[in-house]
């Protein structure tokens, strides 16, 4: 193939020329990259004002903009991978939290990196699966694809036949990626105080570092592959789910059994209202069960680690993102629930207090936030209800709206409670982007019986919690009558 013609290819995967499609490590070389953001972003605004002087439209010039940044943001994200792509995929599912005519530029460019990044050349992938299963690694497989058939942030995956003929996928970690990672992570770490700024209330320092442990985490290969054994144990034979087995795992490769199927992005593009709720079910009964039988939080429900199998099944993949579930987060469940349906206000200030969702000391808006979850708590009341991107437009607003008054500015989140706050966000953004419409209450309620025990004590008219004579986070032990919503039945 002539040189010119080769090296466009290789912009078009978003390979520069002389790269072997690994991400750069240097520190310096990163940040410069992510600095070229706003600079670029700042460039276009100005070379915009001059298309207008000269007569574009102002539409015209803001959807320029728009097109060019998300381009720009792509490219940039999809080559550091890491940290950085890990952002990608999840501004590719919050930019539905923009208002249609600004979001659709991103929603374009940044979905790309749910289930996609550059990838690796032929002789680096050589070289890396060298480095992990020895010299003569070819000789493991009967076919070996050196095209990559995904990529994502710390890794991409080539398909494969297995020496005793199964059709496997071998997951290659990028070479060089955690120290692309740990400078990532530095990078954040330094950040951490200015977000304090949007959440005074919230140590930002003990939150960024539970969240860089759950990325480091994802870099332990032999961890991924022990935790996705027992999953695939705890899933054997499910008739909703399918979860691969490993086949071999050894340095920076995981090989595990082929799942052939639709990709969850495929129904998100084209597939049906009804087949897209049953799918978003399916991944919120997963998400559920999964802590239920094996004790463990499956942390990252994107579009890309999903399948649609042609049984039906839910097809699951990549569990580098997994963490210990914690023992007592039903109990808190439960209290929350209770105060937020049972209670007053004052009510579920105390529960948020005594959980350390409020720091001690501070103040706190309780009618402000007991308002902001009513949305929330709606989503329970009926047998079947809906999630839609519009809903979550509105969430996204109310909960970031830029004033000092903001009830949200009050909170704080315990680290221990991170990755369950990064798989909630991430489960919700995906759900609303599939639109899905279902019985959300009973595939909550079967995990969590102390959330059902709450809602039936609200269907039911009781009043569980005592009066506490000084604060008045209170209500009377006998049961207060209720008037309950035409549209809500009794859980049973």
Known sequence: MPEPRRRGLRRLRGVAPGSTGAPPAHAAVRTAKLAALPVGYAARRAAGMRRRALGRTAHEVELDIQTR?????????????????KLGQLLAIYELALPPELGTPYRTALGRLQDSAPALLPRAVSAAMADSLGEHWRSRFLEFDLRACAAASIGQVHRGVWRDRRPVAVKLMYPGVRESVRTDLDQLRRLAPLAAVLLPGADMRALTEAFADCVLEELDYP????????????????????????????????????????????????????????????????????FARTGLLYTDPHPGNFRVLRDGRLGVVDFGACTPFPAEFPALVGDLADAAYNGTPADLEAALRRHGFVAAGT????????????????????????MSTAWLREQVRRCTEPRLTNVCRQLTSPPEYAP??????????????????????????????ELAAALERFHLGQDPLPRDPVTGASRSATPAPRTVCARCTSIS
């Open 69 to 85: 940044t998300a381009q720009h943001m792509f490219e940039v994200l999809g080559e550091l991978k890491g940290c950085a792509a």
């Open 420 to 449: 369950i706050g990064r798989t909630i966000l991430a489960a919700i953004g995906l759900l609303c982007q599939l639109g899905t419409q279902g019985p959300l209450r009973d595939e909550l309620l079967t995990p969590l019986p």
């Open 363 to 386: 103040e706190f808006d309780r009618e402000a936030f007991a308002a902001m979850i009513d949305p929330v708590r709606e989503l329970l009341l009926p047998h079947t209800a809906r």
């Open 223 to 290: 961890k991924e592959a022990a935790t996705q054994r027992i999953f695939a144990a705890a899933f054997a034979d499910d008739p909703d789910f399918a979860v691969p087995a490993i086949v071999h795992q050894h340095g920076d490769v995981i090989v595990s059994e082929w799942l052939d199927g639709i990709a969850l992005p495929r129904i998100l593009a084209s597939g049906a209202p009804a087949e897209r709720s049953r799918v978003g079910l399916l991944v919120l009964r997963f998400l559920l069960s999964g």
